[in-house]
């Protein structure tokens, strides 16, 4: 069965076995990607060698999407409504989707998790446009990850955040940004895979070109480091969502579950991880921390 958030078996002493996601594409996007193995894959945990258990392919199975759009975005984002719905619609029959606004440092849903893409697509309106009205988007990302609308751990837990990224309690790039880091441990605690669309919430004149830039650079540090994808077009909006939602789309159809031993401590903590592929023409997205809980499944 696969799991999309990090779970753990019973394990030796001081080791634990950890499933995470991976992605493997083909350099040429318009390609599928060759057949990979385990062999194919190292994996380094807290800077040494983690030994390869399983690979196991997830198309197909459960998937649980949210569409996490910033409460401060302006009404301009009503163009690109079209474009969310039809990659909604494009999801699998299975998959279970929400749509979510940023307001106030919270997640907010208008209705839990549905298969039903018609009935999803029904809390999907233009945000208010307030500036600031999100507080930070990472608070509102921590907030998803901390109360994910659903108990099915079985699932894959994926989340496309709709901002410009910029955090508002501290607007320069700072990599150690506290709210930042704790979004991501909380993503990755949660076994939460980020995607990002870079979306100005004001026109230029309201803000420096530095804070856009600090914002998509945060942008692409948490999707980085839980293993999905930023995507973004200069530092002004895109005329369309459309072909990044066809990249996604790709990027769903061939992910992995990947399993391998990690050193395990007394009580839960979040290491660091490596993983990289020896195989010609892949390019690989994967986690670069995981949530290691000695002999036993993460709580939320």
């Given amino acids: 069965m696969a799991a999309a958030w990090p779970a753990f078996g019973q394990s030796e002493q001081g080791k634990a076995q950890v499933q995470t996601i991976v992605t493997v594409m083909n350099k040429n996007d318009k390609e599928a990607p060759p057949p990979v193995q385990e062999k194919d894959f190292k994996v380094a945990v807290n800077g040494k060698s983690a030994n390869v258990t399983e690979l196991n392919p997830l198309r197909g199975t459960g998937l649980e999407m949210v569409v996490l759009i910033d409460g401060s975005a302006r009404t301009s984002l009503g163009r690109q409504l079209d474009d969310i719905s039809k990659f909604v619609q494009s999801l699998p029959p299975n998959a279970a989707v929400g749509i979510a606004y940023m307001e106030n440092g919270r997640a907010l849903f208008a209705q839990a998790l549905t298969t039903d893409k018609a009935k999803a697509l029904k809390s999907l309106h233009l945000p208010a446009g307030t500036p600031g009205s999100d507080a930070s988007p990472y608070f509102c990302l921590s907030d998803l990850a901390k109360n994910w ?20 309690y501290n607007l320069r790039y700072d990599p150690d940004d506290p709210y930042v880091q704790t979004a991501i441990n909380d993503s990755v605690r949660a076994g939460l895979v980020v995607y990002s669309i870079y979306w100005t919430s004001q026109g230029r004149i309201d803000r420096s070109l530095y804070q856009n830039n600090a914002g998509q650079s945060l942008l692409a540090q948490v999707t980085q480091t839980t293993g999905g994808n930023a995507y973004w077009e200069g530092l002004g909006n895109p005329v369309s969502f459309s072909p990044y939602f066809e990249d996604l789309s790709r990027r769903i159809e061939n992910q992995y579950e990947l399993g391998f031993i990690a050193p395990a401590k007394a009580k839960p903590e979040v290491m660091s991880v490596k993983v990289k592929i020896e195989m010609p023409n892949t390019k690989l997205d994967a986690p670069q921390r995981v949530y290691v809980v000695p002999g036993g499944v993460a709580q939320q």
């Fill in 149 to 168: 609308p659903s108990t099915n751990r079985d699932n894959r837990r994926e989340v496309v955040m709709i901002t410009d990224g910029v955090d508002r």
